[in-house]
């Protein structure tokens, strides 16, 4: 059986190249984010099925429900759409931030699992039908920033915290169901548009996060620990996968210039 997966924030960074990743290796792939057009072009490009949803409208997310449920059965999640605004402190940071930053990283997440969920019972059920064990997964992007605070990481450190939350009480309610509940929490990842979207808008402050970092991770390094973990045997979970640059050693430790032994 052809498995299939649905990727959200699939319009850029990682998500699209998790998309990319899932299609070569023969997955079917519902690809969601709010850019129809950017989703229509990886459509065309990958064969994925472009869905566009807001992860924080309901209704969006209940289409999205429908979409699946009547289309087959679905045997992984990936929930990546999430983002940072604004890097302030918890004293000058703006409560709309905050606001987006709970909404898209944590209710957006909460959103889709409850949609979804159904459908992936009915995916493991499919996939354990041969009597071969198997199930369906639940992958979620956090951050190292769900794990370590920093000065100005205010409300992205509190969502992604909350996220890493919502994870691990999952997979306490889901122990006995073949549902492998996964969280991949990256370090600093070179995409085009987290730390513009960052920014509001400042590419030079977002060009400089990254300048003089030897090796900073990419999009396809994370899409590869995505469907890596998901492709390992079905009676193992990788609960928590952690990826750093090595030029990073916590979010707010990374070293510029060339590594060096000494
Ligand atoms: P991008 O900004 O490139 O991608 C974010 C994606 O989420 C876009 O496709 C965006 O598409 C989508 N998205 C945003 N809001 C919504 C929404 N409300 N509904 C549906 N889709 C939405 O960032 P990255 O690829 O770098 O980040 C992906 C994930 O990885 C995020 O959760 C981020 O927090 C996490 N992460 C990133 C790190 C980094 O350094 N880049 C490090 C650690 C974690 P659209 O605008 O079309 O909806």
């Known amino acids: ?30 690809a969601v984010a709010r850019r129809e057009e950017r989703l229509l072009d990886l459509a065309a490009e990958t064969g994925a099925t472009a869905f566009r949803a807001d992860v924080t409208v309901d209704a969006d997310v209940a289409a999205l429900r429908e979409h699946v449920e009547s289309t087959g059965p679905l045997h992984a999640l990936v929930n990546n759409a999430g983002g940072a605004f604004g ?18 990283n944590v209710l957006g997440t909460k959103r889709m699992v409850s949609a979804l969920l159904p459908a992936l019972r009915r995916g493991a059920d499919a996939e354990r039908a041969g009597g071969d064990g198997g199930g369906a997964d639940i992958v979620t992007v956090t951050s190292i920033a769900g794990h370590v605070a920093y000065e100005n ?3 992205y450190n509190a969502s992604k ?4 939350a ?10 006995g169901e073949p549902i492998r509940v996964i969280e991949i929490a990256p370090g600093m990842v070179h995409t085009e548009e987290f730390s513009v979207n960052r920014f509001g808008g400042d590419q030079g402050r977002a060009d400089a996060v990254y300048t003089d970092v ?34 990073q050693a ?11 032994t000494r």
């Open 214 to 247: 030897e090796g900073p991770l990419v999009a396809d390094d994370v899409a590869e620990a995505i469907v890596h973990s998901v492709e390992l045997p079905a009676h193992v979970n990788l609960d928590l996968v952690t990826l750093k640059p090595v030029a």
């Open 166 to 175: 919502l994870v691990a009480v999952l997979r306490l309610e889901l122990a």
């Open 161 to 164: 915290f909350a996220e890493h």
């Open 250 to 260: 916590a979010p707010h430790k990374v070293v510029k210039g060339p590594l060096q």
């Open 87 to 104: 890097l302030d402190s918890v004293e000058s940071g703006s409560i709309d931030d905050w606001q987006r930053m709970f909404d898209v």
């Open 153 to 155: 990481g205010g409300g």
């Open 1 to 30: 059986m052809t498995k299939r997966v649905v990727v959200t924030g699939a319009s850029s960074g990682i998500g699209a190249a998790t998309v990319r990743l899932f299609r070569r290796r023969g997955w079917d792939v519902i």
